[in-house]
């Protein structure tokens, strides 16, 4: 193996553990800190941004990568071949960025995460706004840095999504909502509205818990590679695929919102641990992108949980779970009701049909907030009008509009195009998987999850960075994004459930 190489490796690792000790900190944060830490974890994780920045604009990097670029790509591997490549382009990126705005952004990241929490719980967005407006410009900066050049929501989304621009959103979004206003508000006319009243009531927080962990389990989860905890907002995070933590929350009048948390989050855990055994520490290994992580959550959460399958093979456990509450209930009753659709106001509680217009609405208000169109102390309104055109609903409070995405407060813009993109990428996986194994229903209503974990570790986790995300997919599906695959799933669902008459 290369000299250079190898030093560069040894330098990525380090990185790599500090990455690692970031994450520890931010979940910690999230989950046990005392509140009264968190100026103390701003300056922690301040002074960490510091040190990687650092690191990674060694100079010593910059020397190992031209040496090794007047041999690439000959004599390397495809892993390590992917590796420099990514560590060429981090590189390259980071040492246009000063390390007083990496560590302004670190700290003001954290610091306004509890801002932010602060505000929902006053119910004040004017006590977040002004936090807001300096992540905004400090964003603006960092984008300025890495291009000038380019607009700096585009720089944004790429953060995320490797090589989407707001060009290619566009058209897509624009399918989106062409197709799914009317579909929502076909579902919402329909004279047939399932029965969900067995899903409302009282339900054991502590049972909730052991039902979650048990399914969590059998869908694959290592619990002595993880954890499960509770927070404000549900995530998955960690250090490594050997310490992978996801966290949901409880409300004791609905157990199926903290269960496809819990569901959708270990989709998150299996693709973390899943990652190929080899260069763990090292870029390759990584996931590929955001919305190819929330592909894998959203391929467990709707394509296996919320199908009539899932709720055969476990609708005797959900009556032994709650037996007061399901006590007569089918699974054929079950799975309409956990598939209602009806347009609510907030984003993680809302269903697949309607979920894309939440994703929507903020992607236009993050354009307008990055081009100029929108300041900051309008964005209440923006965002109350916009529910209002797209759900037919006006939020009262901004608890329930403009306050309840935990993103802005750690300056993560540009993420949201991530969560339908990725519910496309699921869908459009979840049919290829289903031409080469036609039996897969069968296997969800017989519980042979382990089979279908196999087939997306083999597919997709243990790809990591080795793909494009057009070559992952093409590999995978045969060919590159296509959305029809998720309107369709859409449709053909939502037709049957509300019983939709096809339009003449």
Excluded at 270 to 284: H, I, K, S, T
Excluded at 292 to 302: C, D, N
């Amino acid at each position: 193996m290369h000299e250079a190489y190898e030093k560069l490796s040894r330098k990525m690792e380090e990185l790599g553990q500090l990455e690692q000790i970031s994450g520890i900190l931010h979940w910690d944060q999230e989950v046990i800190m005392p509140s009264g830490a968190a100026q103390a974890r701003a300056g922690h994780l301040s002074v960490l941004a510091g040190i990687q920045h650092q690191k990674l604009t060694d100079p010593s990097i910059g020397q190992l990568l031209d040496q090794l670029d007047s041999q690439f790509p000959n004599g390397f591997d495809n892993f390590q071949q992917c590796n420099i490549q990514e560590i060429r382009r981090r590189y390259d990126r980071e040492i246009k960025i000063p390390v007083d705005l990496v560590q302004e952004l670190a700290e003001l990241g954290s610091r306004g995460h509890h801002i932010w929490v602060k505000a929902r719980q006053e119910n004040k967005f004017s006590e977040f706004a002004p936090v807001l407006e300096r992540l905004i410009e400090l964003k603006k900066q960092w984008a300025h840095h890495i291009d000038p050049h380019c607009p700096p929501y585009d720089i944004l989304i790429d953060d995320y999504e490797r090589g989407l621009t707001m060009k290619q959103v566009d058209p897509i979004f624009d399918v989106l909502k062409a197709e799914l206003v009317p579909l929502i508000r076909s579902i919402q006319e329909s004279s047939y509205q399932p029965d969900v009243s067995f899903l409302q009531g009282e339900f054991s927080v502590e049972k909730q818990e052991a039902l979650g962990r048990t399914i969590s389990e059998e869908l694959g989860f290592d619990f002595d590679k993880g954890r499960m905890d509770i927070s404000v907002h549900p995530f998955c995070g960690g250090g490594d695929p050997t310490d992978v933590r996801i966290t949901t929350r409880y409300g004791s009048d609905n157990f199926m919102e903290s269960l496809f948390a819990v569901i959708h989050e270990t989709g998150h855990a299996l693709y973390e641990q899943g990652r190929m055994e080899r260069d763990r520490a090292l870029p390759v290994s990584e996931a590929l992108t955001t919305g190819i992580h929330e592909s894998q959550s959203l391929f467990w959460e709707r394509m296996i949980s919320k199908q009539k399958a899932f709720c055969d093979y476990y609708m005797d456990l959900f009556r032994k779970t709650f037996p007061d509450n399901l006590k007569g209930v089918d699974s054929e009753a079950f799975y309409e009701a956990i598939n209602v659709s009806r347009p609510s106001f907030i984003r993680v509680e809302s269903d697949e049909v309607t979920y894309p217009m939440h994703i929507i609405l903020r992607y236009e208000i993050e354009k307008g907030i990055f081009d100029g169109t929108y300041a900051v102390s309008d964005l209440p309104e923006v965002w109350n009008n916009k529910m209002s055109d797209y759900l037919g609903i006006r939020p009262a409070t901004d608890v329930e509009g403009i306050l309840q995405d935990v993103h802005w407060s750690g300056g993560a813009f540009g993420y949201f195009p991530s969560y339908t993109f990725g519910a496309m990428y699921a869908c459009q996986f979840y049919n290829a998987f289903k031409k080469e194994a036609p039996g897969l229903e069968d296997w969800v209503r017989n519980g042979k999850f382990q089979s279908i974990k196999e087939w997306l570790n083999r597919n997709i986790h243990v790809k990591g960075k080795l793909l494009s995300t057009e070559n992952l997919l093409k590999e995978v599906t045969g060919e590159g994004l296509n959305p029809e695959y998720f309107i369709a799933y859409l449709k053909n669902k939502y037709d049957k459930i509300y019983r939709l008459k096809p339009k003449a």
